[in-house]
């Protein structure tokens, strides 16, 4: 791809971010994101509902306010799945966009042998309030705002492992918007953030790291991870994007000997429609964890600091 020469583009593809800023107006400027993928659940409704969900998440993380959004899908034309589906799949994906005050106005639909939806959204934002992953301080307190282990149970669900119950716990946790999340830190003021997806939360952390130039101390006791994902764990349920991602990290990231295996499977594993990972002034923590907690965010948790590391490093020790 040739450079990007357009000095209105506040963040680009070369930043590794979350979402695209450019700038429109010396107060205002837009932020543009896309996300789809194949179904991680047997419900059609549900799976749009999360597809969208995950999709408005990139704008959510940079501190933006999602607007418009263009439906993208794929869907096997003539069977063997009636065209009722693809509805349901758009009809999750339009009620949770509305519900976060988004408006779908239109779309692109191909003819594909496995179906796939997601969302392309158009936010605003302030250009000088960008939360970019790339401004961690020294001393940061480091917020996670959704439990790990979503992967693992999305893998077990297609495996056969999990019970209805499970299914409609981890469903609420990836359809739970990260709409008060973001609204609660940029009231506070925060110094970046980013939204735990694909990368896991030890990628996505690295990227924080390495765009920073700082190191970060992780506590895994303080990490909220979703009971279910332990005997999965134990089942051989494990995407392979978790090995793709510990492979990422794994010279990077400095394991305590008494934090397992199966623990640092859960850093590495691949979440979808994840919770905000969000770097806040220690002098600030108190102050975002209490509009956190009055805007109904059920997880909110200080799990680590960002530290002084040349290397970008991160550290895990299980207290």
Not at 82 to 89: D, Q, T
Not at 93 to 109: C, M, Q, R, W
Not at 257 to 279: H, K, M, R, W, Y
Request: glycine residues 10%; contains cysteine.
């Amino acid at each position: 791809m040739p450079p990007i020469t357009d000095p209105n583009v506040i963040v680009g593809r070369d930043a590794a971010d979350d979402a695209a800023v450019y700038k429109l107006a010396p107060d205002l400027a837009i932020v543009q994101t896309v996300d789809y993928f194949t179904p991680i659940v047997d419900d059609p409704y549900d799976f749009g509902s999360i597809a969208a969900a995950n999709a408005l998440s990139d704008v959510y993380a940079m501190g933006g306010q999602p607007l418009i959004a263009l439906n993208i899908a794929g869907f096997p034309s003539g069977g063997p799945l009636p065209i009722s589906v693809l509805g349901e799949i758009m009809r999750g994906g339009a009620e949770k966009a509305a519900e976060a005050g988004v408006s779908i106005v239109g779309g692109h639909t191909i003819d594909d042998k496995e179906p796939k939806y997601g969302l392309s959204v158009t936010g605003i934002i302030h250009p000088d309030k960008v939360l970019k992953n790339s401004g961690a301080r020294l001393g940061d307190d480091i917020v996670l705002t959704k439990p790990l282990g979503i992967g693992i149970i999305t893998t077990g669900i297609k495996r056969s492992l999990v019970d209805e119950k499970t299914v409609r716990k981890v469903v609420e946790v990836m359809t739970t918007l990260n709409k008060a999340a973001s609204e609660a830190m940029v009231e506070v003021g925060v110094d970046a953030c980013t939204d735990v997806t694909g990368f896991g939360l030890l990628g996505h952390l690295r990227e924080v790291t390495l765009s920073s130039a700082v190191g970060a101390r992780l506590r895994f006791a303080d990490i909220p991870v979703l009971p279910e994902t332990w005997d999965l764990v134990g089942k051989g349920a494990v995407p392979g994007g978790a090995q793709r991602n510990r492979d990422f990290i794994v010279d990077s990231t400095i394991f305590d000997p008494d934090v397992t295996l199966e623990q640092q499977t859960a850093l590495c594993d691949p979440q979808t429609s994840g919770g905000l990972l969000i770097f806040v002034p220690r002098g600030r923590t108190e102050k975002l964890l209490r509009s956190l907690e009055a805007k109904g965010v059920g997880v909110r948790a200080v799990i680590g600091e960002i530290v002084e590391d040349d290397h970008a490093r991160i550290w895990v020790a299980s207290h």
